[in-house]
């Protein structure tokens, strides 16, 4: 998943197209701005409205969908990301670079310099071998000889098309057309990559393996992609953000978890239905961001005290930095509460079992199974983030399931049964 506090390569800023808008463009941007729908506009006006007022980022590294129905209007928002349609209003920043206000020349290096494109029609040369079509749009920059073939050799052995350099499209299957479409895009080195239902008219079967080897590519090579599909598998699959569109608009974005986990609205419900939410949850979907923490030396009664009130029974101990350090239960803090004792690594603590913000649910099944205490949820240095317990994870499964975590105070048996478990010396902290 790309970063959010990477650089961001290309932004749109209320973007419109109309269409049938002469001599009332203004009239219907008005109207717009004002709320009126999309139906009334065409019926009042005679304007039909592709896009209205479309905003968002991509970041470097992202793998943007944009997702819809037939004339949700995503294809004609593709195609004026790069004028290939002209927009009406709006702003589209590549690079840094207002587009909408380029001349004619200065679109053109923008395609061939910055941006590629892949079609759901490949568009290929019939006359033209593999390998010609693949280094066709460099020797249109005017890319030397050799540097054209070295750029599509290398294109065409990235999307596994080595051997097939000599053959002509009509040799190859609709998927390895394609794959040659995607080599001549990936020939420029571009720095965003737009996609148009680049796999819809392929077999279930070889669409699929399409998907799959370009996921492949995406994570391999950091690209920054734009795609538009009308396939929801495709989106979540792929996608690392997803633009819902309605009418011309956009609905929600969102990642691919949130979106099923928490639709915007009923359209938006209607499209991810169907969809499990454990497919597509990670463990910052079902965390809880509100840990129990003490640090080392702190007050037992004081412990017991927050562990009560919160109904939580095991407490992390954390540094200054808030980097977790241990895990303790509430048998060992009482019995240190009723000494007067203080919390202490040394006295009971446990090793915590962690895992990162994006752990996919299935992996985190055997971690929460398999601890008698919560899942910390760390970043990269150890920081705690959150905590996830068994309660939370069958929650976010099954909302239906009255499953409560038992107060141990009520439980003498269980107690004790657990405090001969956690006095097992294997897994204590002897050291930080």
Not at 189 to 213: K, Y
Not at 409 to 418: I, R, T
């Amino acid at each position: 998943m790309a970063d959010e506090n990477a650089t961001v390569l290309l932004e749109c800023r209320k973007v419109s197209k109309l269409f049938n808008d002469e001599g009332n463009t203004q009239a219907v941007l008005k109207a717009i701005r004002d709320g009126v729908g999309k139906d009334e506009i065409q019926s009042k006006l005679g304007t039909v409205v592709g896009v209205r007022e479309a905003s968002f980022k991509v970041h470097q590294g992202e793998f943007f969908v944009i997702m819809g129905l037939s004339g949700s209007g995503k294809s004609t928002l593709i195609r004026t990301l790069i004028r290939l349609i002209e927009p009406t209003d709006g702003e589209i920043i590549i690079d840094g670079e207002d587009v909408t206000k380029l001349s004619e020349d200065g679109m053109r290096k923008v395609r061939r310099n910055k941006v590629a494109m892949v079609f759901q029609h490949y568009g290929l040369l019939p006359h033209k071998t593999v390998l010609e079509n693949a280094e066709y749009g460099l020797k249109t920059r005017g890319i030397s000889w050799k540097e054209r073939r070295e750029k599509a050799q290398s294109a065409i052995d990235r999307v596994g098309l080595s051997g097939w350099e000599s053959y002509r499209p009509s040799a190859l299957s609709g998927g390895m057309q394609q794959r040659v479409g995607l080599a001549r895009a990936l020939s420029h080195d571009p720095a965003i990559l737009l996609m148009d239902e680049p796999f819809s008219g392929l077999d279930p079967i070889v669409r699929r393996q399409m998907q799959q080897e370009f996921g492949r590519l995406q994570n391999e090579e950091d690209l920054t992609t734009i795609l538009v599909t009308h396939d929801l598998d495709e989106a979540l699959m792929l996608g690392d953000r997803i633009a819902i569109m309605r009418d011309g608009e956009i609905i929600q974005i969102a990642t691919p978890d949130q979106l099923v986990t928490n639709p915007a609205d009923d359209y938006v419900a209607s499209f991810v239905e169907g969809a499990s939410p454990a497919r597509f949850m990670v463990a910052r979907s079902v965390m809880s961001d509100d840990p129990l923490t003490a640090r080392d030396g702190d007050s037992a009664e004081s412990a017991v005290e927050m562990m009560r009130e919160r109904k939580i029974w095991s407490t992390f101990i954390v540094d200054g930095g808030n980097k977790v350090q241990g895990v303790m239960s509430w048998e060992t803090i009482q019995r240190l509460a009723q000494s007067g004792g203080t919390l202490h690594l040394g006295t009971g603590a446990r090793k915590p079992v962690t895992c990162d913000s994006e752990t996919p649910i299935d992996e985190l099944f055997p971690l929460v199974l398999n601890t008698r205490h919560p899942v910390a949820v760390v970043d990269d240095q150890g920081t705690l983030q959150g905590m996830i317990t068994k309660n939370m994870l069958l929650e976010a499964l099954a909302h239906d399931i009255d499953y409560d975590e038992e107060d141990p105070e009520s439980k003498p048996d269980l107690v004790a049964s657990e405090v001969e478990t956690s006095n097992q010396p294997s897994n204590e902290v002897t050291s930080v």
